[in-house]
């Protein structure tokens, strides 16, 4: 029973973790301050790494076997693409959404930040067979995510220091800002 903990499931894990926290008091305490602690600690050159291979490893072959006829009509190899695309943003972008109902903005904006920085290098330093069949797709993902963040976060501070970041780290696509 030396390393009880290190032979439980995730899902043992987690169960026991709401145990703890129902519990209330300093136990609770430990555990919410903990789990903030592991939401603040990552970089943002690190997300956007893993969103870089995320989309670059994609099979262009993948793109092609979903697109095509299909029971109640057609698939272009666009909506293909845009489909697993997606998919594999969606952990990413769930995150930002975690972040803001959490009420962490500042770990939301540098999230976003990480989400667009590895959506812009993989529209400009990709060499997949897949950037090929996806074309803007990427871009317009990171543009969607760029106006719900801007929806939810109308602190001045917050978007002068966000479109500087673009402005800086994704200069090709500082167009995209609106003045204000």
Not at 140 to 154: H, P, T, V
Request: include cysteine.
């Amino acid at each position: 029973m030396t390393d009880v903990i290190g032979k439980l499931t995730s899902e043992q894990a987690l169960e026991i973790v709401e145990r703890l926290c129902r519990k209330g008091g300093d136990i609770r305490d430990a555990v919410v301050a903990e789990a903030m602690s592991l939401l603040t600690e990552f970089r943002l050159d690190d997300v956007a790494e893993e969103v870089f291979d995320a989309i670059d490893l994609i099979d262009a072959q993948d793109c092609r076997d979903q697109a095509g006829a299909l029971r109640d009509g057609y698939m272009s190899p666009d909506e293909a693409a845009l489909d697993i695309i997606e998919e594999e943003l969606q952990p990413f972008f769930d995150q930002v959404e975690r972040y803001h109902e959490l009420g962490m903005a500042e770990q939301e904006a540098t999230y976003s930040m990480a989400v667009i920085l590895g959506i812009y290098r993989f529209e400009h330093e990709s060499k997949s067979e897949f950037k090929k069949l996806a074309e803007d797709l990427p871009a317009q993902c990171a543009a969607r995510l760029l106006e719900e963040w801007r929806a939810r976060n109308s602190e001045q501070g917050g978007i002068d220091a966000m479109y500087a970041f673009i402005r800086e780290r994704c200069p090709k696509w500082a167009s995209w800002l609106k003045d204000e």
